[in-house]
């Protein structure tokens, strides 16, 4: 019940209490004035019984007095006693009025008259008195009539008093016991009211708002530091407390809502600012390897969830091969086939092993962890993938992520893009496109670079030549001149591997730095080159060319001179080499001789 139906309930009991108790205030007053209308009966007909016995007495003490003695005065005394009893006769009339009872009235009729045969004594006995017989007076007042009628006189005058005493006794005792009665009612209306209020202020302030409220005042308090973990009791009151507890309810469900938005944009911000700062640096790697190294370190930072490797399709564009990954994926292979991955195949976003509600990718495991694969493509072509999984012991959705998954795919696609375009013009800028090794302007900014910042460390140098090389293109034809040039690149490739560098120095001249070696290992390595060159004879569609020999100069820095004067020492030593025969190697320290079998 409402707070404000129960003040009016109490309100209306308590207004109720309030006018019965009046009314049994008034009552018991309307009692008490009977009480003292009562009293004052019994006092007026006790006073006017008194008069009576009283007045009777001394008229006749006077009547005696006068006959006795004669004088006047007492005759005159009897005339004022004897108005007096017609005045107390017509008071007897008048008591007849005032509700006296039967037995009263015949009582105070007795009264009349003993009182009318007294006085007709005492008067015939003044008058006889006054006639000159005065014994006869004498007899009559003092006589036993007289005696008998003044006795009767004062026995009527108790009895009445006796009759009024006991009936305005006993209306005093009803009029009291109506008065006590009403009094004790008004009393206990009154201890109603007063019980009722304090009991409504008991349960409605202190039971249904003061303790509420003060249950509810830390509640508030908490609530408006936004420390919402406060838990609120549920109040099923259908009153103005109740509702306000809703409030307080909801008021605690919109901050914990709000709370859970702003935890959310911290969030999505937190990630915008993640994903952006890795935009900043795929923009800055100059390799694949830190745009991998980029990813690897961002992607758990902004997806700790979700495990993921990066891949790159070959040249062949049939190959994905995996160059980072993080969180240690597990359901996808680190290289496959291009094929076996529906992403690629529709060029879109593939979600596999979500409720077996499409196809799963080949390149998966038998699992139901979600994977999501996300082509990177650039320019319209495609160029790797982006792949997502989630961990076991993680509860993740990559579809929440999605749009965040497929913004960093097309971002890492336009990175591997640049970078691969990079790579294509680097090659371009310092590759020779005939045999794939670096050009003389990539030799010149090498041995630059050394003398600037590592002079002091060992450098050898091996000038190649292909001896009797017009020979091929004379006989053969240009093609075959470019297939030898091709086999003798490939050959030094494979044998200069990580140890050093090699380059195309123009024609069919070639140039081999060793960084961290000396001259005499140098001489070693070029001759085991020669030899590696010389041993398989080489064929050009269908015809055979022959062996082909090489002539090798070798120099060293800083042992036999400065970097600078590098290349012009080898290919003295080259000269020397030409001019000793051809296949063979000589150093510019000292000149030693090769094989000279075969001179031509």
């Known amino acids: 019940m409402r707070i404000n139906a129960i003040t009016n309930w109490a309100y209306g009991v308590t207004v109720v209490l309030t006018v019965l108790s009046g009314g049994a205030f008034i009552l018991s007053t309307n009692s008490a004035n009977e009480e003292r209308r009562a009293v004052e009966e019994h006092l007026a007909f006790d006073t006017l019984a008194e008069e009576l016995a009283l007045g009777a007495e001394e008229r006749s003490d006077e009547a005696r007095l006068y006959v006795m003695r004669g004088e006047e005065r007492h005759l005159e005394a009897f005339h004022v006693k004897e108005g007096e009893e017609h005045r107390r006769e017509a008071a007897i009339k008048n008591a007849r009025a005032q509700g006296a009872s039967p037995a009263e009235l015949a009582a105070l009729a007795e009264i009349e008259q003993d009182s009318e045969a007294l006085d007709r004594i005492e008067a015939a006995a003044i008058d006889t008195y006054r006639n000159g017989d005065r014994a006869a007076a004498q007899q009559a007042l003092f006589g036993g009539e007289h005696e008998r009628l003044q006795t009767d006189l004062l ?13 305005t006794g006993a209306a005093l005792n009803d009029a009291r016991s109506r008065s006590d009665w009403f009094g004790v009612v008004a009393k206990t209306m009154l201890g109603l009211t007063a019980a009722l209020f304090l009991g409504v202020l008991y349960f409605v302030l202190r039971r ?12 508030v308090t908490r609530l408006a530091r936004q420390d919402y973990a406060v838990d609120v009791p549920l109040d099923q009151r259908r009153d103005e407390i109740g509702e306000m507890n809703e409030a307080i309810h909801i008021f605690r469900a919109n901050g914990l809502e709000r709370n859970r938005l702003d935890a959310e944009r911290r969030l999505d911000q937190q990630t915008k600012d993640l994903i952006l700062q890795m935009m900043h640096r795929l923009q800055a790697c100059q390799t694949q390897s830190e745009l991998a190294d980029a990813v690897a370190r961002f992607a758990p930072q902004i997806f700790p969830n979700l495990a993921g490797h990066l891949y790159v399709l070959n040249e062949s564009r049939t190959l994905l091969s995996s160059v980072g990954s993080w969180l240690d994926p597990q359901q996808s292979a680190a290289s496959f086939a291009s094929s076996a991955c529906w992403g690629l195949r529709r060029g879109r976003p593939h979600l596999s092993n979500r409720g077996q509600s499409d196809i799963a990718c080949q390149h998966l495991n038998d699992s139901n962890v979600a994977g999501l694969c996300v082509p990177l493509t650039a320019q319209g072509d495609t160029i790797g993938l982006l792949y997502f999984e989630e961990r076991s012991e993680a509860v993740a959705d990559v579809e929440t992520s999605r749009l965040y998954l497929e913004l960093i795919a097309e971002n890492i696609g336009l990175a591997v893009a640049n970078l691969q375009l990079r790579e294509k013009l680097t090659h371009l ?8 090794l670096y050009n003389r302007r990539w030799l010149d900014e090498t041995l630059n670079r050394h003398a600037r910042e590592e002079a002091a460390s060992p450098l050898v140098c091996m000038m190649i030549d292909i001896d009797h090389f017009k020979r091929f293109n004379d006989e053969f034809g240009h093609d075959a001149g470019d297939v030898v040039m091709q086999y003798v690149a490939q050959i030094v490739i494979d044998m200069v591997g990580d140890a050093g560098s090699a380059y195309r120095f123009g024609g069919e001249e070639f140039t081999v730095l060793l960084p961290g070696m000396t001259e005499p290992a140098g001489f070693e390595f070029a001759e085991a080159l020669r030899t590696r060159i010389a041993t398989a004879p080489l064929s050009h569609r269908g015809r055979i060319l022959g062996s082909v020999a090489v002539s090798i100069g070798v120099a060293s820095a800083p042992a036999g ?40």
Do not use: E, Y
């Not at 026995?155 to 009936?167: E, H, N, P, Q, W």
């Not at 249904?208 to 509640?219: K, V």
């Not at 800028?429 to 794939?436: F, I």
């Open 155 to 167: 026995d009527s005058v108790g009895r009445f008093r006796d009759l009024t005493a006991a009936r």
């Open 208 to 219: 249904r708002i003061a303790m509420p409220l003060m249950r509810m005042t830390g509640i």
């Open 429 to 436: 800028a310092v590759r020779d496109a005939l045999t794939g």
């Open 561 to 600: 001179g400065t970097v600078p004067t590098l290349l012009t020492r080898a290919d003295a030593a080259l000269l020397n080499a030409k001019a000793g025969g051809r296949n063979m190697t000589v150093s510019a320290g000292k000149l030693i001789l090769g094989d000279l079998q075969d001179p031509a």
